[in-house]
């Protein structure tokens, strides 16, 4: 497999359930990002992983809890969501070479929740 | 203020034909970067091109090129050729400094849905 991977691509949950986002990257990259992205509105990020540490936690609600056990694999862990929280959920990656550098970042398929 | 501003909610463009698709963006940085992606209706973010604010060239990559005016603080992509796998949305990103432990944010625009009709 190549590139950032997702899954599941689709995913309908109540609220009162546990569910987890996976998120793979096969790019040899050191940093991991969650977006969210609702209809008509900007991606907005979430968090961001640098060396396997938090470095950014945008203000989210504590019902997505992140965990990034290494530099490849990226959860966001779902509990008792809302039906606002319904939108696409993107991971990318990229490679942080210093503070100045391009670090492209490259995203996965994205995974599509409702939440009802 | 919005730091990045695409006026365009739609474009159609005749295939075969050059499309421009606005980018403008606000920033007190002196170094930043300037993406743009492709998200077709299967929802990938697929990179196109970037421009970093000392790069005195346009970028350019295949059939895609950036016209970049810093004075106006415009990002322009320019699409030639079109082709109908074209058609999807199109987000112009800016990415200002860098984050202390590492990686850096990703400001998105609004985005532009092209259509690339026969």
């Known amino acids: 497999e190549t590139g950032v991977t997702q899954t599941p691509r689709h995913l309908v949950m109540g609220m009162t359930n546990k569910k987890s986002l996976k998120c793979e990257q096969h790019?040899?990259?050191?940093?991991m990002y969650w977006y969210k992205q609702s209809a008509k509105k900007p991606l907005e990020l979430m968090f961001v992983?640098?060396?396997?540490?938090?470095?950014e936690n945008n203000s989210v609600p504590s019902r997505f809890s992140p965990e990034c056990p290494n530099s490849s694999h990226l959860f966001l862990h779902l509990h008792t969501l809302q039906p606002e929280d319904s939108a696409l959920y993107l991971c990318?990656?990229?490679?942080?070479?210093?503070?100045?550098?391009?670090?492209?970042?490259?995203f996965g398929p994205g995974t599509r929740l409702t939440v009802l | 203020a919005q730091k990045i501003t695409q006026t365009q909610p739609g474009m159609f463009v005749q295939e075969k034909e050059a499309v421009t698709l606005d980018c403008t963006y606000d920033t007190s940085d002196q170094s930043y970067g300037l993406f743009w992606y492709k998200q077709p209706s299967s929802g990938e973010m697929i990179f196109l091109i970037y421009?970093?604010?000392?790069?005195?060239q346009n970028a350019t990559e295949g059939r895609y090129s950036l016209n970049f005016q810093k004075a106006r603080k415009s990002a322009n992509l320019v699409i030639s050729a079109s082709q109908l796998g074209d058609s999807a949305m199109y987000f112009c990103?800016?990415?200002?400094?860098?984050?202390?432990?590492?990686?850096?944010?990703?400001?998105f625009g609004t985005g532009t849905q092209l259509k690339v009709e026969l």
């Open positions: 992983y640098s060396l396997e540490e938090r470095v």
């Open positions: 990318a990656s990229s490679q942080v070479r210093g503070r100045a550098s391009t670090d492209t970042q490259y």
């Open positions: 421009q970093g604010s000392y790069d005195e």
């Open positions: 790019l040899g990259h050191n940093a």
């Open positions: 990103a800016m990415r200002e400094g860098g984050l202390t432990g590492g990686g850096n944010k990703l400001t």
